[in-house]
């Protein structure tokens, strides 16, 4: 045993030790940086970069590492490139590192949602923001794990730098047990100190993953059940939900809204008609054509919608509708034709050239055009306070302390003051589509696009959403277009129902006129079938 410790202790052996973390870090710091560049690379627009990146994945993880290195110690003097062996070492390893951190990398990316991406995008963000605040934050914490295990990897694959005379702990155990003939103690210790550093890592991995674990509180109350002294202390089981339960609300949670700002007063359909025919056209959507290969989707639309319109869409599933929306807020690119919104080309400078995704992002924001999506695509990682006033934040450079204010006031108006610090996935789906309205009339948009608001949603649930998009109409005067299947909702909230077939517009009108009188012999149909569901 002493001679056992008196191996572990030496100093012969601990210099191995630091060699062995400077090729370690050099070929995890040089492999991350690198990686970094190839997974950007492979995610780029551009076929010549993505191809570039694949090509090198290729050839350095279809070759041995222990080549890598003697290629980098041997072969570059040849070209005039002499490096020190731990520098080629750690060079070799970053190079051997880079592909399988850029496939984690990508991954991780590729891993987020689109909808969360296609709703940062809708609510002005650029790419640049899009990456810092939703992607990588919910990338990272899925990669934590594979990282851990990709550095243990290296860890011990730095040994392999003893090929080209680099004095790392393998070799130096080698070269003493050489002159000792003291083969199992000496590799033992070089075994329990590589254990010791693999620990190490093992314990920063597991750290992180508690760091980013959004959930970790709960967990930790859940350990609290196998402590010893967790029932004789007497405390309560904090487990246990010792508040009543609440009522079950017979409207689907409408009862959770506060009382309208304004009694709802009878519309006078005609009077309301002539008022907004004398406003501006807030969306002007002409000749708009957009195909995918052979399928046409929409097929030469023409809309304008007015400033304080309510539009309702309906039509059969793949009629176009959510195409249309789409289009409007620039997330989809069309064939032909032209969509103004306030009089600007969204999406377009004033030469009619496409703008940069930056660019463009840029002028969505500036526009204020705000969607609320079928499937809510709420952030992840973010808050139900977060996910309202995290965008004002970093697109519209309102102050923390008001964009909080501004979320809480939202929260509260669609009933869910009470859930502001809760996580998406801790709201029902009624709850997550109001936060997705809240979040999308933050900023004050001039348009607000719904598209199928509650497609996703359980019947019982569809009525508290309906509420909360009716008072935006009623109480806000807001300029909305709404994909739906609800005729009732629609008859009752819209100014105008347009009616979309075969991704062309068949009928529209005023609500009660087409809903109740169409004239198109297919809207007939589809409108005799909606009422018998």
Request: glycine share 8%.
């Amino acid at each position: 045993m002493e001679l056992f410790l008196h191996y572990l202790s030496m100093p012969y052996m601990i210099q191995g030790i630091e060699v062995t973390l400077q090729v370690t870090a050099l070929g995890l710091g040089g492999g991350l940086i690198l990686g970094t560049i190839l997974a950007g690379m492979q995610l780029s627009r551009f076929k010549l970069l993505s191809s570039a990146a694949r090509i090198y994945t290729v050839i350095f993880r279809g070759t041995p590492l222990i080549l890598q290195m003697v290629f980098a110690y041997d072969a570059l003097p040849h070209i005039g490139i002499k490096l020190p062996a731990i520098l080629a070492a750690g060079l070799a390893l970053a190079c051997n590192e880079a592909p399988f951190i850029a496939e984690m990398l990508r991954a991780g990316v590729l891993g987020v949602e689109k909808g969360q991406i296609l709703a940062g995008q809708a609510l002005g963000m650029t790419p640049g923001i899009l990456m810092r605040r939703i992607i990588a934050p919910q990338a990272i914490r899925t990669m934590i794990p594979a990282f851990g295990n990709e550095a243990v990897s290296a860890l011990k694959n730095s040994s392999l730098a003893s090929v080209i005379a680099v004095q790392e702990l393998t070799l130096r155990s080698t070269q003493l047990a050489s002159s000792t003939f003291d083969f199992f103690s000496i590799f033992f210790a070089s075994g329990l100190i590589y254990l010791l550093l693999t620990s190490a890592i093992s314990a920063l991995q597991i750290f992180l993953e508690w760091l980013f674990d959004l959930d970790r509180t709960s967990k930790q109350v859940k350990l609290m059940r196998f402590l010893p002294w967790y029932r004789a202390q007497g405390i309560d089981d904090p487990l246990q939900d010792n508040e009543p339960a609440p009522d079950i609300l017979p409207d689907g949670g409408v009862a959770e809204l506060p009382p309208p700002r304004l009694p709802p007063a009878p519309i006078d359909h005609a009077a309301r008609a002539a008022a907004l025919a004398r406003n501006d056209v807030a969306v002007a959507v002409k000749a708009l054509r957009k195909n995918y290969d052979a399928n046409i989707v929409l097929d030469g639309v023409d809309l304008a919608v007015r400033n304080g319109e309510v539009i309702a869409l309906l039509g059969p599933s793949g009629s176009g509708k959510s195409t249309l929306l789409r289009c409007i807020n620039n997330l989809e690119l069309w064939n032909d034709g032209t969509i103004e919104v306030g009089g600007r080309r969204l999406g377009f400078n004033h030469l009619g050239k496409p703008l940069s995704p930056r660019m463009a992002a840029q002028a969505r924001a500036e526009v204020g055009v705000g969607m609320v999506f079928q499937q809510f695509n709420l952030f992840g990682h973010l808050t139900a306070k977060e996910n309202i006033a995290g965008p004002l934040r970093w697109v519209h450079g309102v102050a923390p302390a008001e964009a909080e204010r501004r979320a809480l006031q939202l929260l509260e108006r669609v009933g869910l003051s009470h859930r502001a610090d809760a996580l998406p996935r801790h709201l029902s789906g009624g709850q997550q589509q109001r936060v997705a309205i809240a979040r999308a009339i933050a900023p004050n948009p001039s348009v607000l696009l719904l598209d199928e608001p509650t497609s996703a949603l359980d019947p019982e649930l569809v009525n508290e959403v309906l509420e909360v998009i009716r008072r935006l109409a009623v109480e806000d005067g807001l300029t909305m277009i709404i994909s739906t299947h609800q005729l009732r909702f629609a008859s009752e909230v819209a100014d105008r129902v347009v009616l979309l077939a075969g991704g062309a517009i068949i009928e529209e009108g005023p609500a009660d006129q087409v809903l109740n009188h169409p004239k198109n012999p297919v809207a007939q149909r589809f409108l005799s079938a909606m009422d018998a569901e």
